[in-house]
């Protein structure tokens, strides 16, 4: 007789399963330890200073003991803040150098809202400029700063435009260091010194920037150092990367630093302080860990309240959820004049994803598709998990995630549309149980509705564009840890947490802003 023994692996994959996430929190906890000592141990020797400059919060970094030294102001991009830019600051700072670095209005710690008109120099660009010259005044006046010698602009993308147009008017300027750079008032001779770096994926900055060491020296190539008279230009390429992580490249803060170097007559030997790999680490290690206790937490509560999954939405139901709205809300909105918060396009941002969820979440509805009851206290649990740890941790190394008296208001409005929004990506995706390619069809139909919107109205959504990396983002890391709570414990924990999480990334992200946006 012929006897076939089976071995089940059911139990084989539920311990693995069970497994896999104690031990990913484990690893997680040790790398957010790891990454912790060593951006600590960065700063360790330098003495920061908090400082407001007449209503623009600063820090000013030196070491300690230390004789007076040449001053570098540093800036950062449009929606940016001075965390943004952390790898300079220490960089210089460890390497003998007085920086300061401070938050344009309308960004980051900064409450005053930019002001004028975006399209004219005249505008919101003569507005930073001052600021800039403010700040760069102040920081010369005190005692850690060799007043005698003068000052170093450096800055990334937005700010490259206004330091170089400050540089041109203000004789103390000595240099100016442009991160993905881009001005029209660089001409063959000013500034006279001038270093660009752009990230080797940004090739229409990089054009530029070997088009400006080209109005020196014809035969220049990115590399080379340009040399004519007092005029000294430099282009180089930072490799792998583009627009945010050439702020992190090793070749980036090397070129930076001895361009500087080169302007004071001086030789640094400190470190290259490449704070991204940690940054990354430390939020890679959050993240890993939220996988053990997001999804143990949703468990435990769903299994509490009885909860029950209900079956993803088919791809007809879900192509008709989420195309009609896709098409049809731009083009409604585009008839209607949405100007009430006093940040850039997050009024309309809000209003958009208000419409776009409820419309989702009805069309779900007339398909049969009703929200599954579950327990709603685990949104609170990835709010504190995904605002009181990854967004401390952001703000702390990485971004500015915390926000004044006027951003709370903000975040508050924004939230009454993305929670809509979120609720009815949540229900759509069955709170992330569905196939992956469901769910990118999902978030892929959100950003072409966006993109409809500033194809409709390039001028006045145009910022829209510039905010849509925090979006993708937001997709990346919340849309994980909203997967974790969603399976569990149903979509509306996790809608209502992700869209309280997304109303919070946005509203410390948009640029304050009172005046005309154009």
Do not use: K
């Amino acid at each position: 007789m012929d006897h076939t023994v089976t071995i089940s692996r059911a139990p084989l994959r539920l311990r693995r399963g069970r497994l896999a996430r104690p031990v990913a929190g484990v690893i997680g906890l040790a790398a957010i330890l790891w990454a912790l000592i060593n951006l600590l141990a960065a700063s360790a020797p330098l003495e920061r200073t908090e400082l407001d400059l007449d209503g623009t919060p600063a820090t000013f970094t030196v070491l300690p003991d230390m004789p007076p030294a040449p001053l570098v102001v540093v800036t950062h991009g449009f929606a940016g803040s001075r965390q943004f830019m952390e790898a300079f600051t220490l960089t210089l700072a460890r390497s003998g150098y007085a920086v300061l670095a401070f938050d344009f209005m309308g960004h980051g710690r900064n409450a005053q809202p930019m002001g004028g008109d975006v399209n004219s120099i005249e505008g919101t660009t003569r507005m930073l400029m001052d600021e800039t010259a403010r700040a760069m005044s102040a920081a010369r006046a005190l005692p850690a700063v060799d007043a005698e010698q003068g000052v170093v602009l450096l800055g990334h993308s937005m700010a490259t435009d206004i330091i170089t147009r400050e540089a041109l008017r203000n004789p103390d300027v000595e240099a100016v260091v442009g991160i993905s750079m881009f001005s029209q008032a660089v001409t063959p001779t000013e500034p006279a010194r001038l270093l660009m770096v752009s990230g080797a994926w940004e090739p229409h900055l990089r054009a530029f920037a070997l088009e400006a060491v080209r109005s020196v020296a014809p035969d220049a190539e990115e590399g080379s150092t340009a040399v004519a008279g007092d005029v000294v230009r430099r282009a180089v390429a930072a490799p792998r990367t583009e627009h945010v992580a050439v702020l992190y490249s090793g070749v980036t803060l090397r070129e930076a630093r001895a361009f500087i170097d080169d302007t004071f007559g001086r030789t640094s030997t400190g470190p290259i302080l490449r704070h991204g790999p940690w940054v990354a680490l430390l939020l890679g290690g959050i993240l890993l860990l939220g996988w053990p206790v997001l999804s143990g937490v949703a468990g435990w509560a769903g299994a509490r309240a009885g909860y029950v999954p209900a079956p993803a939405p088919g791809w007809r139901a879900l192509a008709v959820s989420t195309l009609v709205p896709a098409l049809m809300v731009p083009i409604a909105l585009s008839f209607v004049d949405v100007r009430i918060l006093p940040v850039l396009v997050a009024d309309y941002l809000a209003l958009h994803m208000a419409l776009f969820g409820a419309l989702q979440l009805g069309l779900l509805r007339a398909m049969g598709h009703r929200m599954p009851p579950g327990p709603i206290w685990p949104a609170a649990v990835l709010v504190l998990w995904g605002i009181g740890v990854f967004g401390v941790a952001m703000d702390q190394f990485a971004a500015a995630f915390a926000p004044n008296g006027v951003r709370l208001l903000i975040i508050g409005a924004v939230a009454c549309g993305a929670v809509p929004y979120m609720l009815g990506d949540a229900q759509a995706s069955a709170g992330g149980r569905a196939p992956l390619a469901q769910r990118l069809f999902l978030r892929f139909g959100f950003l072409v509705s966006l993109g409809l919107a500033v194809a409709l109205d390039f001028e006045g959504l145009f910022f829209l564009v510039i905010i849509l990396p925090v979006i993708v983002l937001y997709y990346l890391v919340y849309g994980s840890m909203g997967g974790w709570v969603g399976r569990r414990a149903g979509p509306v924990a996790a809608g209502l947490g992700l869209g309280l999480c997304l109303a919070w990334a946005l509203g410390v992200s948009f640029p304050l802003f009172a005046g005309s946006a154009g």
